[in-house]
């Protein structure tokens, strides 16, 4: 069983409406958690990083939110463009490169 | 653009052929990683190179072989691949040192698109 499970697995939403991306994991000791962007094509680009102690970031219009306690990690695009259809990837870890992959929630923003 | 670089963005082979996956990162960073990304799928971990040393294969079938001449070149020599292999094969990078590890980030490449006929 993946130690990372992204919820949903694909989502379509209006341009212009907001959305929220959901991240439950089980891996200890947790390190830090981060969200990816992969457009199509691409290599995964990193939106935020948050350590133990941090329980939310922004980037823009991407907001992560981590609850360390409930080891639940969320994504919330505000505004959606039609640059923000991609995949959208949480990755938590326990040193640098132990990392464990959720398998992504795939997102297509339609005008 | 990431700082790093990988060639082909694409390569058709067959079962019998042999061919390399070339990367090229311009960070200065000190470790390297290949992943395989299957679709629908989770990135695999393939290897991870820190200070051109190998430190971790992650149960990789020998037909997969990596080489890492210096920090910022990175191969993954392919030979007698079967379809199953088929997949995008990307390479990261990162800093990997002690005061950055709590937030290190792996830069990513753009991937190679195998298929193997």
């Known amino acids: 069983k993946n130690q990372v499970e992204q919820s949903p697995q694909s989502l379509i939403i209006l341009e212009g409406k907001n959305c929220t991306l959901q991240?439950?994991?089980?891996?200890?000791?947790?390190?830090?958690l981060r969200w990816y962007k992969q457009d199509t094509g691409r290599g995964p680009v990193s939106l935020t990083i948050m350590t133990f102690s941090e329980n939310t970031k922004s980037n823009g219009r991407y907001t992560a939110t981590l609850d360390a306690d409930t080891k639940q990690s969320s994504l919330h695009i505000t505004a959606s463009q039609l640059s923000d259809s991609a995949s959208y990837i949480c990755v938590v870890s326990v040193v640098t490169y132990k990392l464990s992959f959720g398998a992504g929630t795939t997102v297509t923003v339609r005008a | 653009e990431t700082g790093v670089t990988q060639t082909p963005r694409h390569l058709v082979m067959g079962m019998t052929n042999k061919k390399s996956l070339k990367c090229e990162q311009h960070l200065g960073h000190n470790a390297m990683y290949w992943y395989k990304q299957s679709a629908k799928k989770p990135l695999e971990l393939m290897f991870v190179?820190?200070?051109?040393?190998?430190?971790e294969n992650n149960s990789v079938p020998s037909r997969f072989s990596p080489e890492c001449p210096n920090s910022s070149h990175l191969f993954l020599h392919l030979h007698t691949l079967q379809p199953e292999d088929s997949a995008l094969y990307l390479c990261?990078?990162?800093?990997?040192?002690?005061?950055?590890?709590?937030?290190?980030?792996?830069?990513f490449g753009p991937g190679t698109r195998l298929t193997v006929l």
């Open positions: 991240c439950n994991y089980t891996v200890s000791p947790f390190s830090n």
């Open positions: 990261a990078s990162s800093q990997e040192n002690l005061l950055a590890a709590l937030t290190d980030t792996q830069y």
């Open positions: 190179y820190n200070f051109k040393e190998q430190t």
